[in-house]
């Protein structure tokens, strides 16, 4: 009995632990609080009720609009996206919506990087054209590639990135083969050596 109390104490803390130890946000979470942090800098710049946005040309642009629409309706603003730069009262040109992969020292490692970037002009300004400020968002979480798979996501460009391979060394790649067939060809000719006497 006492040991199967120590065995259930011992599994529910490895799994606290486990869980504890899974910090690495989803991609799209990031991206997502990224660029309602660009729409609340710009809201508390651009002062009317009602607005008219356009967001520029990016492959992820209908996903960002529907993010920057439901932010300013959430901020208290009557908000459109507009398809025609020239109609908007604030221009959103997106730079940067990017998630990337880079090796890390150890091997088992990998450091994730999310950029999100994105300029703000307001058109009725005067004079016309003024730069809004607006935050970047830079974010790197150190985690292994089986999480970094687990918390991409393949719906959006901006989302995913290409995980880099593993770093292969000199024993994966020459002598862990040569070895296991030289193995095999000496098993084969003891075998037959010894079946021919």
Known sequence: MTTRVALL???????SVGLHAQAVPNTID???SAIAGIVDS????YRASELQYYVSE??????ISSIMGRRMQYAGRIARVVSVEEEADVVFS????????SLKENTDS???TIVVQCN?????????????????????DVTTREVAA?????????????????PTSFWDDLAQPVIFIAAAATTVLLLFTVRSQ
Request: contains cysteine; charged residues 25%; aromatic residues 4%.
């Open 150 to 166: 687990a918390t991409e996501s393949q719906q959006h460009r901006g989302s995913n990135g290409t995980i880099p391979p593993p």
């Open 120 to 140: 703000a002009r307001d058109r009725r300004s005067s004079p016309p054209g003024l730069v809004l400020r607006t935050p970047t968002t830079r974010r790197a």
């Open 9 to 15: 104490c011992i599994s529910m803390f490895m799994c």
């Open 94 to 101: 997106i730079e940067d919506v990017s998630t990337r992969y």
């Open 58 to 63: 990016h492959p992820d642009r209908e996903w």
């Open 42 to 45: 710009v809201c508390l710049q």
């Open 110 to 112: 990998i450091l994730r």
């Open 30 to 32: 990031v991206i997502d």
